[in-house]
């Protein structure tokens, strides 16, 4: 597979993981369609082995967020700027602590975000709870999983 291939798959990646953040664009889908691209493209069997876990980690995903409160983060007060706060916190924390990291890294960008709008700490510490209530945790799942598979991605292309 050529580099303008994977270069394009690499973006189809981030849009699915910005897709995730933003109501009613298939996030999830992006990500999985794009991992379904490189391995119809590379037919090594580790691109269809991240195929394959990829699937598998994005059907338990949806069965997790299936048991969890349904979304409803705008009327909880959510914004836009919360929204890219927390994805940029998830992505900051998987990066600096592999994996594990995204979801303190969430919780502490919805917290760093609202913090500088609110300028309170009682404030910002509510406004992550109640947005964690209200949906939070389900779009934290499904950021997860998508980060999860773009690492997996990513690892397979550099190491693989």
Known sequence: MGVWDLLMVGLVLLL???GVLVPGVPGSWLVWAAVLWWALKDTQPLAWSVLVGATLALFVSQVVR??????RLRESG?????AVSAGLGALL???LVPVVGAIPGFMAGIYVGERLRLGRHAAAKAAVRTAMRSGGSSVLTE???CLLIAGAWLGAVIWG
């Open 16 to 18: 699915g993981l910005c």
């Open 66 to 71: 299936w048991t969890l409160p349904p979304r």
């Open 78 to 82: 959510a914004t836009p700027r919360m």
């Open 93 to 95: 924390g998987f990066v």
């Open 143 to 145: 950021l997860f999983t």
